[in-house]
Protein backbone atom coordinates (compact mmCIF):
# COMPACT_ATOMS: atom_id res chain seq x y z
CA UNK A 1 0.00 0.00 0.00
CA UNK A 2 1.07 3.48 -1.01
CA UNK A 3 2.36 5.31 1.85
CA UNK A 4 2.97 9.27 2.56
CA UNK A 5 4.63 9.62 5.94
CA UNK A 6 5.21 13.33 7.34
CA UNK A 7 7.71 14.51 10.04
CA UNK A 8 9.40 17.61 11.32
CA UNK A 9 5.87 19.29 12.76
CA UNK A 10 6.17 21.60 16.16
CA UNK A 11 5.60 24.18 18.00
CA UNK A 12 8.14 27.15 17.49
CA UNK A 13 8.02 31.02 18.05
CA UNK A 14 7.00 33.38 15.40
CA UNK A 15 9.76 34.42 13.58
CA UNK A 16 11.53 31.00 13.53
CA UNK A 17 11.81 27.74 11.13
CA UNK A 18 10.59 24.25 10.47
CA UNK A 19 11.30 21.75 8.04
CA UNK A 20 9.20 19.22 7.10
CA UNK A 21 9.86 15.96 5.67
CA UNK A 22 7.52 14.15 3.61
CA UNK A 23 8.81 10.20 2.78
CA UNK A 24 7.02 7.84 -0.10
CA UNK A 25 6.95 4.11 0.14
CA UNK A 26 7.57 3.20 -3.31
CA UNK A 27 10.53 4.48 -5.58
CA UNK A 28 7.77 5.25 -8.05
CA UNK A 29 7.22 8.35 -6.05
CA UNK A 30 10.40 10.00 -8.05
CA UNK A 31 7.88 10.13 -10.93
CA UNK A 32 5.56 11.54 -9.34
CA UNK A 33 4.37 15.41 -8.61
CA UNK A 34 4.47 16.03 -5.08
CA UNK A 35 3.39 19.06 -2.38
CA UNK A 36 2.29 19.81 0.78
CA UNK A 37 -1.26 21.30 1.65
CA UNK A 38 -2.56 22.29 4.76
CA UNK A 39 -5.75 22.80 7.01
CA UNK A 40 -6.19 25.39 10.06
CA UNK A 41 -8.85 24.73 12.56
CA UNK A 42 -12.21 25.40 11.03
CA UNK A 43 -10.80 26.07 7.52
CA UNK A 44 -10.85 24.61 4.15
CA UNK A 45 -7.74 22.35 3.44
CA UNK A 46 -5.58 24.79 1.48
CA UNK A 47 -2.87 24.54 -1.37
CA UNK A 48 0.89 25.02 0.14
CA UNK A 49 3.43 24.58 -2.58
CA UNK A 50 4.20 21.79 -5.10
CA UNK A 51 6.86 20.60 -7.00
CA UNK A 52 7.43 18.62 -10.58
CA UNK A 53 9.07 15.40 -10.67
CA UNK A 54 12.41 16.59 -11.44
CA UNK A 55 12.58 19.38 -9.19
CA UNK A 56 12.51 21.91 -11.81
CA UNK A 57 9.20 23.74 -11.72
CA UNK A 58 7.83 24.56 -8.08
CA UNK A 59 4.72 26.64 -7.00
CA UNK A 60 3.86 28.51 -3.72
CA UNK A 61 0.44 29.63 -2.44
CA UNK A 62 1.19 33.59 -2.10
CA UNK A 63 1.09 33.81 1.57
CA UNK A 64 4.17 31.82 1.64
CA UNK A 65 6.17 32.74 -0.83
CA UNK A 66 9.74 33.95 0.01
CA UNK A 67 9.20 32.65 3.12
CA UNK A 68 8.74 28.52 2.06
CA UNK A 69 10.55 26.26 0.06
CA UNK A 70 9.90 23.27 -1.63
CA UNK A 71 12.61 20.37 -2.75
CA UNK A 72 12.65 17.03 -3.24
CA UNK A 73 15.07 14.43 -3.13
CA UNK A 74 14.41 11.49 -5.10
CA UNK A 75 17.01 9.19 -4.51
CA UNK A 76 15.74 9.17 -1.18
CA UNK A 77 12.12 9.13 -2.03
CA UNK A 78 11.45 12.42 0.01
CA UNK A 79 10.10 15.92 -0.10
CA UNK A 80 11.03 18.60 1.88
CA UNK A 81 9.17 21.85 2.86
CA UNK A 82 11.73 24.42 4.52
CA UNK A 83 9.67 26.90 6.53
CA UNK A 84 11.03 30.46 6.91
CA UNK A 85 9.93 33.57 9.53
CA UNK A 86 7.32 31.51 10.73
CA UNK A 87 3.53 33.33 11.19
CA UNK A 88 1.00 32.64 13.62
CA UNK A 89 -1.74 32.14 10.75
CA UNK A 90 0.70 29.46 9.63
CA UNK A 91 -0.72 27.32 12.16
CA UNK A 92 -2.36 24.43 10.53
CA UNK A 93 -2.43 20.46 9.96
CA UNK A 94 0.35 20.52 7.01
CA UNK A 95 -0.38 17.38 4.67
CA UNK A 96 1.91 15.81 1.84
CA UNK A 97 0.20 15.09 -1.61
CA UNK A 98 1.13 13.30 -4.63
CA UNK A 99 -0.70 13.34 -7.76
CA UNK A 100 0.08 10.44 -10.11
CA UNK A 101 0.99 11.39 -14.00
CA UNK A 102 -0.33 12.37 -15.95
CA UNK A 103 -1.62 15.12 -13.37
CA UNK A 104 1.43 17.81 -12.77
CA UNK A 105 2.53 20.31 -10.15
CA UNK A 106 0.74 23.15 -12.02
CA UNK A 107 -2.24 20.83 -11.62
CA UNK A 108 -2.02 20.62 -7.46
CA UNK A 109 -1.07 24.48 -8.17
CA UNK A 110 -4.21 25.34 -9.96
CA UNK A 111 -7.08 22.36 -9.59
CA UNK A 112 -6.38 20.98 -5.91
CA UNK A 113 -5.30 17.69 -7.94
CA UNK A 114 -4.05 14.78 -4.90
CA UNK A 115 -4.18 11.48 -6.06
CA UNK A 116 -2.30 10.09 -2.15
CA UNK A 117 -2.59 11.91 1.12
CA UNK A 118 -0.06 12.00 4.21
CA UNK A 119 -1.89 11.39 7.59
CA UNK A 120 -0.46 14.88 8.72
CA UNK A 121 1.41 16.59 10.95
CA UNK A 122 0.86 19.51 13.25
CA UNK A 123 2.62 22.70 12.78
CA UNK A 124 1.76 25.16 15.57
CA UNK A 125 3.55 28.90 15.44
CA UNK A 126 3.16 30.66 19.12
CA UNK A 127 2.84 34.74 18.87
Known amino acids: QVQLVESGGGLVQAGGSLRLSCAASERTFSCYPMGWFRQAPGKEREFVSAISWSGASTYYTDSVKGRFTISRDNAKNTVYLLMNTLKPEDTAVYYC????????????????????WGQGTQVTVSS
Open 97 to 116: AAARPPLSARDMARLNAVTY
